[in-house]
């Protein structure tokens, strides 16, 4: 998909939890751009482009609230994540980024390989 999401792996399992702290908040943005978002936007402004336009529903928005500022803090207080926190922020932007390409682009292939119905 792109490369932010793989160094943000590498990050990960290297145990710089600072950098893949700072790595999921830079996925979720290049994900926004990917969906349509304008880059010059902020954070705020991003996601609640991303809830307007039913990519993401309220819960999700709440939670990915809380990694972009887990990012930010990461990026500019030196905010260092426990490896707990690190799984279930990874977690939230695996489960934005399945819904947004991952489950919509195997539904639109399956819908078209599944016969009508015979009236």
Do not use: C
């Not at 790595?23 to 978002?37: E, H, K, P």
């Not at 707990?84 to 399945?98: G, P, V």
């Amino acid at each position: 998909m792109d490369r932010f999401f793989a160094d943000t792996y590498v990050a990960l399992n290297n145990d710089l939890r600072i950098l893949a702290a700072i790595g999921i908040r830079t996925a979720f943005d290049r994900a926004s751009q990917l969906l349509g978002i304008a880059p010059e936007k902020t954070f705020a402004d991003k996601l609640g482009e991303l809830h307007r336009q039913s990519h993401v529903n309220s819960d999700e928005k709440d939670a990915i609230e809380v990694l972009i500022d887990a990012g930010s803090a990461a990026a500019h207080r030196g905010w260092k994540p426990k490896p707990s926190e690190l799984n279930d922020l990874m977690s939230i932007l695996e489960h934005f980024l399945q819904r947004s390409f991952i489950i919509a682009d195997t539904a639109r292939a399956i819908k078209q390989s599944v016969p009508p119905r015979q009236p």
